[in-house]
């Protein structure tokens, strides 16, 4: 990892914790249509676009697209009441700390998530103004693993793809930045983020001298 120009982050995961929100929306979900779903599936959820996960929660059962589209409103419902809750406290430790610290050494900050409903949880949060671009589910057709979003982020920021990390926690997140040429940081166990160039269990251990 040299000359890093730029930090782009995910969100969900790495900023706050909404993957327990997405985890007990889709469980919520998956309850009422009788379908079993535990925490190991979901799992292979995180970072992946809601019609993926509702793909893999339906396990093969094929549905009408129709249908499709009302699990996927009604999941999206109970995710958005139970993110009514988030406020500036969800910011993870030290997520400000380290954000701050960046922008100190003049790094350039991109937020990228994969979510539709990022802009009301990064409004919550109050982390707008760190971030000269950002970007989510809605900006690109293809979200992660395919790189799309994050070469978006790079383009709007101005800076060449190797001269971006991208930090995030999932395993989709991982494999999009790096087929976008990126460095990588991983957050969480490295079962999930072992491919990343370093892996940290949470935002609050990154130590930016591993980066330069
Ligand atoms: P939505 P990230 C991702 O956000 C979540 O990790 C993933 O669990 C979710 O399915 C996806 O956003 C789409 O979210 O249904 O709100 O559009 O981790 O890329 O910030
Ligand atoms: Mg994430």
């Known amino acids: 990892m040299k000359n890093i120009k730029a930090f782009i982050f995910d969100l969900d ?3 706050t914790d909404t993957a327990e929100y997405h985890f007990m929306a889709w469980k919520r979900l ?3 249509e009788g379908i079993s779903f535990t925490r190991q599936d979901n799992e292979q959820l995180r ?4 019609r993926d996960s509702l793909k893999l929660l339906l396990k ?3 549905l009408s697209e129709e249908k499709m589209q009302e699990l996927m409103d009604r999941k999206n419902g109970y995710y958005r009441e139970y993110i009514k809750a ?3 406290k969800d910011l993870l430790p030290k997520a400000a700390d380290l ?3 960046l922008k100190a050494r003049h790094y350039k900050l991109a937020l990228a998530s994969g979510s539709k409903n990022a802009p009301q949880v990064i409004d919550r949060l109050g982390i707008a103004s760190f971030f000269e671009v950002i970007v989510h589910g809605g900006s690109v057709e293809k979200t992660k693993p395919a790189p799309d979003l994050f070469l978006h982020a790079a383009e709007k920021l101005g800076v060449a793809p190797q001269f971006c990390v991208v930090v995030e926690d999932a395993k989709a997140g991982i494999d999009a930045a790096k087929s976008a040429g990126m460095a990588t940081i991983g957050i969480g166990p490295p079962e999930r983020v072992g491919a990343a160039d370093l892996i940290y269990p949470s935002v609050a251990d990154i130590r930016l001298g591993d980066v330069s």
């Open 86 to 88: 988030i406020s500036e």
């Open 47 to 50: 970072g992946i676009s809601r």
């Open 30 to 32: 998956a309850e009422e």
């Open 60 to 62: 093969g059962r094929r």
């Open 99 to 101: 954000l701050n610290d």
């Open 13 to 15: 995961g790495v900023l």
